[in-house]
């Protein structure tokens, strides 16, 4: 009997797709039954999903707070007082010799003028001096600033909380509200300042009326250290010039930028310029090692949310062995078991990542509205006297979402493999 060559065709098309949709028909089945597994003990599954996602949440937030408080510190490092870098004559940070001061300072002012990622400087004269009152002696540090560009580069001006700023008239002072207890004097009241002229060592004394109080919230500061008219510490030193520049910078990253024109150009034989990072280098070390507590907190996280993930899914292997006995007895392949507790342990990250984001964009978003006060906490010689507000970053969202999702299926290959591993006979007769 002739067989027609059509209907042969047609069979023997049919024979070949039969494979593939049954494979087809196989991954279905085993999505389906992934995806009802998860919630087949559904506090089990909700604890674990709970896991994960605070760990989650804990890690972003422990970064959003590391980051926050970071610029916090370096803000409060330059702003208040220090400037993101300073110009000095070289030796002068090592000995504080008020010999060792620039003396050009015109042409000096010229190049920093145009320079264009300075956006402001202020010159100063300090020296060591004895304040001393009609009640009491006490040592500290006076400087002299130009009362205009100082409130450009510092937070002077802002830390007055009596009286007025300096105006530029000789016989004016400025000093901390701690240093005015100690010495018993209020605004208005005299002090006088004696120093050390430069060159020749003769003391050298002015008589200054009180006429503001200032309070930066950091001890060093407001009981060590005093502000004149820059032309009169000049004249109480008998100097023509000035012994540190500091720098406010167009962008705090510029510090970190040594190509800049700026480092070369002031940087010779005489002068000296210094970033924040060299001026206070411990401040710098300390904050480098900061940033490793996100790298310690995600990593006892992860052991965490893999030792919670495991206990889960073995536990759901366990209460189900029969039912895999009986899969295996009937034609289902160990690898389709493998896929299926592997497709539980994505599921269940899938779940975990979306909460645990949710949940770290609410608690970083108020953090970083609202902010976390520090004010009584001293850190390295520095009072955190500003809050710190975090600072959420979307790419530590999408690594550690991806990470995390990543950590739970590496976790889930253990109980995946012990599943795919299943003797049909022993699982069918071991029950809980």
């Given amino acids: 009997m002739t067989i027609p060559t059509k209907k042969l065709n047609n069979s023997v098309t049919e024979s070949s797709k039969l494979p593939s949709q ?3 028909a196989q991954n279905t089945l085993v ?7 998860i919630f087949r003990n559904t506090r089990r599954t909700l604890l674990t999903v709970l896991l994960i996602s605070c760990s989650l949440a804990a890690i972003l937030f422990t970064d959003a707070f590391v980051r926050g408080m970071v ?7 330059t702003q208040t007082f220090l400037g993101e870098g300073q110009i000095h004559r070289v030796g002068f940070r090592e000995t504080n010799d008020v010999d060792l001061y620039i003396e050009d300072t015109t042409t000096l002012y010229q190049q920093l003028n145009s320079i264009v990622e300075i956006e402001a400087f202020s010159p100063r004269v300090l020296t060591g001096a004895m304040t001393s009152s009609s009640e009491n002696v006490a040592s500290a540090i006076v400087y002299g600033v130009d009362a205009i560009k100082e409130a450009q580069v510092s937070k002077l001006k802002l830390a007055l909380v009596q009286g007025d700023y300096l105006s530029g008239i000789d016989g004016e002072i400025i000093i901390g509200e701690q240093l005015a207890d100690l010495l018993e004097i209020s605004l208005g009241d005299r002090l006088v300042v004696t120093v050390s002229e430069a ?7 002015a008589l200054f009326r009180v006429s503001g109080l200032f309070r930066f919230n950091e001890r060093s500061m407001d009981i060590g250290m005093t502000f004149i008219n820059l032309s009169q510490a000049q004249k109480l030193l008998n100097i023509n010039g000035v012994h540190e520049i500091a720098l406010r910078l167009q962008n705090l990253d510029q510090a970190n930028d040594k190509s800049l024109g700026l480092w070369q150009t002031f940087n010779n034989d005489i002068i000296e310029t210094l970033s924040w990072q060299e001026l206070i280098p411990q401040l710098s070390s300390m904050l480098a090692m900061t940033k490793y507590s996100t790298l310690i907190v995600s990593i006892i996280m992860y052991i965490l949310v893999c030792l919670g993930l495991i206990n889960t ?3 759901s292997i366990f209460e189900r062995q029969t039912e895999f006995g009986i899969l295996l007895a009937i034609g289902t392949r160990p690898k389709q078991l493998f896929y299926q507790i592997m ?3 994505f599921f269940i990250g899938v779940l975990s990542v979306t909460a645990g984001l949710f949940m770290a ?5 108020w953090g970083s509205i609202v902010g976390i006060d520090y004010s009584e906490l001293e850190m390295s010689g520095m009072t955190l006297n ?7 970053d979307v790419s530590s969202f999408a690594s550690m979402a991806l990470a995390t999702l990543a950590v739970t299926l590496l976790a889930s290959l253990y109980p995946a493999f012990h599943a795919a591993a299943l003797q049909p006979s022993f699982a069918m007769r071991k029950t809980l």
């Fill in 343 to 345: 497709l539980e342990g």
């Fill in 386 to 392: 500003e809050p710190i507000y975090l600072i959420l």
């Fill in 71 to 77: 610029e916090t510190m370096v803000k409060i490092s």
């Fill in 31 to 37: 999505l389906l039954l992934a995806k009802r597994s």
């Fill in 22 to 24: 049954q494979n087809s």
């Fill in 199 to 205: 060159h020749a060592g003769d003391l050298s004394q």
């Fill in 313 to 315: 899914m073995f536990m």
């Fill in 361 to 365: 964009f609410i608690f970083c978003y």
